[in-house]
């Protein structure tokens, strides 16, 4: 239940700082000097906080409602419903590899997060993204991660997960 996605510039400082811990949230802008929290993330920010869990964090929030797998092809699509059988997310899965190449989140069976996953590279046996680009369709924002390395499940302390700032709320 605790996420943190800091992007640094290629001179290496803050740009983009996003953490997560059970219901808070903070995200730092430090060059427009903005940090937002919790609601204000939503209504100030391209992505919403549900956007960041469901495509970081996984589990009930990337694959929400009655989910279900189908063959496409050279891809298995996973279309998420809730109990209306309304389109909720959609995963496809590379058959080939079983990486995933592109997520899209709905909202009144429009668009509202996609995600694209490439540049797949296997480290400590798992095959992992290297690139990754955010798209929010409504307000036509594309954010393009491009990852040099990655840790895969290295001790952190506890006070990098702390949602500090966020007027009144304990981690």
Do not use: W
Request: charged share 25%; proline share 6%; with cysteine.
């Amino acid at each position: 239940d605790r996420f943190r996605l800091r992007l640094l510039s290629p001179f290496g400082f803050t740009v983009f700082d996003y953490v997560t811990h059970g219901a808070h949230a903070r995200m730092e802008l430090p060059l427009e000097g903005k940090q937002l929290t919790d609601e204000e993330i939503g209504t100030q920010s391209a992505f919403l906080p549900l956007d960041f869990r469901q495509a970081f964090l996984r589990g009930a929030a990337a694959f929400p409602g009655q989910c279900t797998p189908e063959a496409a092809g050279a891809e298995v699509v996973v279309a998420c419903r809730d109990e209306r059988n309304v389109r909720l997310r959609e995963i496809r899965i590379a058959r080939a590899t079983g990486t995933v190449s592109r997520e899209i989140s709905f909202d009144s069976e429009q668009p509202r997060a996609v995600l694209r996953f490439d540049d797949y590279r296997v480290v400590d046996g798992l095959p992992v993204p290297f690139a990754i680009e955010l798209q929010s369709p409504a307000r036509q924002i594309t954010v393009q991660i491009t990852l040099r390395t990655y840790e895969i499940n290295p001790v952190l302390a506890d006070a990098l997960f702390e949602v500090a700032g966020a007027a009144g709320h304990a981690s």
